[in-house]
């Protein structure tokens, strides 16, 4: 009934888990978190987008 999911329906990540294990898979990549901020702010730049969170906070 209420809290039960689907067979097949996906489980949302919440936010702060994700946002720890994108740190660490960024800085198992780039070498150290200083520059998985500075790879991930380069990456709004080039796609012209701005973050969700920033957005948000915006409104």
Request: charged share 25%; with cysteine; hydrophobic share 35%.
């Amino acid at each position: 009934m209420y809290g039960r999911r689907k067979l097949g329906e996906l489980q949302k990540p919440l936010s702060m888990i994700y946002k720890c294990l994108l740190t660490v898979a960024y800085a198992k990549y780039f070498g150290s978190v200083g520059q998985t901020l500075s790879a991930k702010n380069l990456l709004w730049k080039r796609t012209n987008q701005i973050p969700a969170e920033e957005e948000i906070r915006k409104k």
